[in-house]
């Protein structure tokens, strides 16, 4: 008889271990999937008619600054803030050898007007991090040229390239 009563007890025990699990479990994946609707919730748009540098040679900062901008629109569709990163990316063409990002300067701004003082681009093509508001748009301006101590290296390569975005957190409200 204790046997059996023992027995019963082991097994509501560890049923309800098992549904507490399962409880917990379910409660975090749902976080989860939230979390991965927030993330999705970023996307870039070209504004500008696009740049052409053809037969591009290198220019000083302040030539530079007078180029036309490109200019392109991220939109948040979700009510958080959210953080990301704004990328410079080489696409890869097979008709001609790629530029190196260290012969690339820019400038880089929210409202057309004060624009960020011009500099070269990392070796990963990072241009800078931000916070979006929720439901929210932001353009930004984006001027690059050729260093001027560039040399005779640069001669023939390609710059074919897309600003990319990548969302990595969401924002609290000091950010």
Known sequence: MKSEIRKRI??????????????????????????AGIYNALSIQDISEGLSYMNAFPITDQEGLKQDSYVFEITNTASKRIK???????IKDSSCESLDYQYIRYSISKDNKNF????????????MTDVIS???????????WIDSNAGNEILNKCLNFKIKITQFDIADKNS
């Open 84 to 90: 990301y990163i704004v990328e410079f990316e080489n």
């Open 10 to 35: 082991i097994s509501i025990f560890l049923t309800c271990i098992y549904f507490i699990s399962m409880t917990i479990l379910s409660m975090h994946l749902n976080e989860s999937y939230s979390l």
């Open 116 to 127: 960020s003082n011009p500099t070269n681009m990392s070796q990963d093509g990072y241009l």
């Open 134 to 144: 929720g439901n929210a748009k932001q353009t930004y301006y984006l001027k690059f």
